[in-house]
Every structure is written in structure tokens, then in C-alpha cells.
């Protein structure tokens, strides 16, 4: 289930800091706090389980003026906008999730993002789609996908087209299929294939590899990269619609994975013609 806030301020212009994606994770903690701060820190401390490995199943996009206006960026590290409303659409398949979010909007209308405050003016429930075995997506937010080899400190990175990258990738779905269903998926790696557009990959000269900083100028600092691109995926509908509501690859609680059907995308494939895909708002080249 997805469900969009638009938010209201009475300032002429909003700052918000370009890497914001933690201010927005805190955001969404703190609204459910206030529905129930047992589940909310169950939440946060523990997720939902599986073996060692812990699943919050929730996703959620950058924050988006509310027309098509970009955000203006600033060398300093924030951007601004004079629009008046802007978005954040979250995505979960969790139904209490979503009901404590809903409850939490309910007892507090106003929420701030880092130091701007803004008045919750809607909540508006999205349609799902239509889920098929074979989709074509625009990344809301970057997707990471990690592996930890043998004597290696650190995870590292994988990008579409290394060897390991749609292993990691269906192996996290069915991982999260089995938290949310309670039991095993079986998905071989002929049933699954991810490609990213490539007439989107020409236009921006290959430089589709996003690097996000969380918390940035704090002790916990960490720079995260991710890929940024329209794709299509084909695989199992049942790993197509985790996906989709959970947020695809690792770190989605922190705002990584989000997509989008790419409905033009259909259409122009089924006519022959290249999409042209639109800038994300909230993250500049």
C-alpha cells in the first residue's frame, strides 16, 4: 500500500539539505511514534526477522514540490523551492504500519523535516498497479544492492551488469517474501532478469551510479551508492509486487529502492519509440 502526504509551509521559500533521505526516515518514526511508540521502536531496534537478517518493509520517495518545478541547488549542500506544497509518498505492505502512520498523522497534523516545520494537509491512498511478470520501472531513489566477500571488511557495491548483482537482488526479494508470507519462495535465476534502459543510459553518458551521504557532518556519517535508472524487470508477479511496496535491493528503510511503474514506458515500447525519462526531483547530477 502506498500512501502521499502533501505538506504545506507558510515560508516563501523551503531549505532542506540535498541529502535529506534520514531526515525523512525520522520523520516517519516519529509519526508512528505518536500512534504507538512500542511498535515504533520494535520497528526501528528490531524490524521483522528472518534468521539473522531484520526487514523494516517500508519504503519511501525523495520530497517533491507539489508542481513540476525542480528544486534549486545550492553549492552548499541544500536545495530550495518557493513552492508552497510538496510530497513524500511512503510505501509498505504492512497494514500496521500504515494504520499507525495514519493514527500518528491524526493526533500530530504538523511533522518537520531537519528544521523546517510543515502542516500535513492530505493523505492520500494510491492505487496499486497491475502486477505482471515482466514490468518496466523508473527508480524513485537509488537502488543498492551489497555483498560481504570472504576476509573483506567492508560490503561492497554492486551495479547492473556485475556478475553477482541479480543474485543479491532476487535473493533479497525472496528473503523478503518469505517475512511477509511465512514461507519460502522458490525463484531460479532463468525466471528472473533485470535490465536497465539503455537509451537512458546513452543520454546521461553512463553516469547512472548515485553516491548518497546519510547524516552528513555527524560521527555516523555513510556514503551509499546506488544505481539510478529506468529498468524493466522480469520475474515472478508475487517478487515483482514485494518489490515494488517494500522498495527493491537493501537500505529501504532509509529511502533507497522506491519506484514507479513506468507507464509511458508500455506504451512507447509497444510503438518502438525510446522513453524519455523525467529528473527525479531531490537528486541532482
Known sequence: MRITLELSHRQRTVTLPINN??????????????????????????????????????????????????????ENGTMSTAEA?????????????????????????FVWIGKERFRVETVRKLDSPDFTDNMPFIMLSPLVCTTKRELE?????????????????LENLCRKYQVLHGREFTCNSEQ???????????????????????????????????????????????????????????????????VKVDAGHVLRHVEDIHPIHTEVPGYGE
Open 153 to 169: 571488511q567492508y560490503p561492497q557495491f554492486l551495479f547492473p551488469g556485475d556478475p553477482e548483482f541479480e543474485r543479491v537482488l
Open 192 to 258: 528472473f532478469s533485470f535490465a536497465i534502459d539503455p537509451a537512458y543510459v546513452e543520454r546521461m553518458n553512463g553516469k547512472i551510479q548515485k553516491l548518497i551521504t546519510l547524516k552528513e557532518g555527524r560521527s555516523d556519517e555513510t556514503k551509499i551508492k546506488g544505481t539510478l535508472a529506468p529498468f524493466r524487470l522480469q520475474a515472478p508477479r508475487e517478487l515483482i509486487e514485494v518489490g515494488y511496496e517494500c522498495g527493491f535491493g537493501e537500505k529501504n528503510s532509509m529511502g533507497f529502492g522506491m
Open 85 to 109: 506544497l510538496l510530497h513524500v509518498t511512503i510505501s509498505s505492505p504492512k497494514e500496521e504500519f500504515i494504520e499507525h502512520l495514519v493514527i500518528g498523522l491524526l493526533q500530530e497534523p
Open 21 to 74: 533521505s534520514h531526515l525523512i526516515s525520522s520523520l516517519i518514526y516519529n509519526i508512528v511514534d505518536k500512534s504507538s511508540s512500542e511498535y515504533a521502536e520494535l520497528l526501528h531496534d528490531q524490524g521483522y526477522r528472518l534468521q539473522n537478517r531484520a526487514f523494516k518493509l517500508f519504503t519511501f520517495s525523495p520530497v517533491y514540490p507539489g508542481s513540476r518545478r525542480k528544486w534549486v541547488m545550492h
